[in-house]
């Protein structure tokens, strides 16, 4: 007894499982497949997906139609030529391009598209009822143009969606001229137009989560990144510095005992230059989790900086310019400290000499920080290939103090640019102001 309920309650749970799995397939199928090479190829895949589900309601209406009446004579070889050619495309779609990875573009998308509008004007002219169930299809097949196609090919093709809804028409209500007919003849291409204006905005903000989505992958990749140069440089400045400590309290002694010997000194600033360099990679390590956010004023905040960073660097001309209203922003104090004194150390090095000049002002819902050296521009290969780490030019240089300002100025719900001005290299910060209450 004990065994037959084991074996009902296993036979339960296989069935559970199958209908939850089967749901989960379901629902995967109607989804836009993301997963594919490039966006185009997303959405011919979903094309061909929607287009087997009307072959088969095609294929599940056909009796009906037959039995009603609707399908008599050449209407019946009309309908059952249609379905097979929509099988024929969708195979040769499915088979000949998508299972070969094809490139696609924007085209080909409209071009099915328009095949279909095609079979679904003739589907809708086979009768003369107004109330024809092709119509859904017809405006699903409309509202799918406007989610899909963007630009010219989306203007397009609703040029020919009306077109193809005016055959329609004059096959159905103006075979005898009658006017009477006329209000819904212009009711149904308004309806038309709003479906596809609604369409194109859900399409439009598909396109907007898509790229946003992409966004977030790239930058979790480069938080990752970040990640694992922090750990790596933490662990090769910590097993670097024991040795580099030994021969540094050596070469003290040796040139205690002899300090005009030019090999000695040549070798102590061989090392001091590796103590510069690891204390850059120390200071170059910021990891997202260790953030700490808070609710202060940039100007004032940028000023005090500015102040600590000028007793380290008596020598720096530098001048801070506030032209903005609102300066309020959420960031984590520290590393904001940090980043700025990267930028600042970098537009020193960059020109000793010059002047720099840091700048806050508001643009559009940003604060901008902007830090720009009367010195040396970027070099082109820097200019291209800024937000990859380990990028210098510089010969003691890390290429992790841009690389960290950018990590920061993301994880803050911002952005960093760099450019060349018309003096010299210019690098800024865009932050959202804070427009909410401090707790």
Not at 122 to 138: A, C, H, R, S
Not at 184 to 195: E, G, N
Not at 311 to 321: F, K, Q, R
Not at 348 to 377: F, P, R, T
């Amino acid at each position: 007894m004990a065994a037959k309920t084991y074996m009902t309650h296993t036979s339960d749970l296989s069935k559970a499982n199958f209908s939850a799995k089967a749901l989960t397939r379901l629902k995967d199928y109607f989804y836009l497949p993301f997963s594919e090479s490039s966006y185009e190829q997303a959405k011919l895949h979903w094309i061909v997906r929607l287009r087997w589900l009307v072959i088969a309601f095609l294929i599940t209406l056909a009796p009906f139609g037959y039995v009603t009446g609707v399908l008599r004579g050449n209407a019946t070889w009309i309908y059952a030529g249609l379905l097979a050619i929509l099988l024929y495309f969708n195979l040769v779609t499915q088979l000949g391009w998508l299972d070969k990875h094809k490139e696609t573009k924007v085209g080909a998308i409209a071009f099915q598209l328009f095949i279909d509008l095609v079979v679904l004007t003739v589907l809708l002219t086979l009768t003369n009822d107004g109330l024809n169930p092709f119509y859904i299809l017809f405006y699903i097949n409309v509202s799918l143009g406007a989610t899909l196609l963007d630009g010219k090919w989306g203007l397009i093709f609703l040029f020919l969606c009306h077109q193809a809804l005016f055959i329609v028409q004059a096959t159905t209500y103006f075979r005898g001229y009658d006017t009477r007919f006329l209000p819904v003849f212009i009711i149904q291409h308004l309806v038309l137009l709003i479906a596809w204006g609604v369409s194109r905005s859900l399409g439009r903000y598909i396109s907007i989560q898509r790229e946003k989505l992409h966004q977030v992958k790239l930058y979790a990749e480069k938080i990752d990144r970040i990640r694992a140069l922090g750990a790596m440089t933490a662990g090769f400045s910590h097993e670097f510095a024991s040795p580099l400590n030994t021969v540094k309290l050596r070469l003290e002694r040796e040139l205690k005992i002899n300090p005009q010997s030019k090999n000695l000194q040549e070798m102590n600033m061989a090392v001091l230059e590796c103590e510069s360099v690891i204390r850059q990679m120390n200071n170059a390590q910021i990891d997202p989790r260790d953030f700490r956010f808070q609710v202060f004023k940039l100007s004032s905040a940028t000023k005090e900086i500015l102040i600590s960073w000028r007793l380290e660097n008596p020598g720096a001309i530098a001048s801070l310019n506030v032209n903005s209203r609102v300066d309020k922003v959420n960031l984590p104090v520290l590393n904001y400290s940090q980043a700025l004194m990267n930028i600042l150390d970098n537009a020193y090095e960059a020109n000793a000499q010059g002047k720099i000049q840091i700048s806050i002002y508001n643009q559009d819902s940003n604060i901008v920080l902007s830090v720009e050296n009367a010195g040396s521009s970027f070099s082109d290969d820097v200019l291209k290939r800024f937000g990859e780490p380990f990028l210098t030019t510089k010969e003691t240089g890390t290429g992790l103090g841009l690389y960290s300002v950018q990590i920061f100025a993301q994880s803050s719900g911002g952005q960093a640019f760099i450019s060349n001005s018309k003096v010299g290299a210019k690098v800024e910060i865009h932050i959202p102001h804070f427009s909410g209450e401090e707790d």
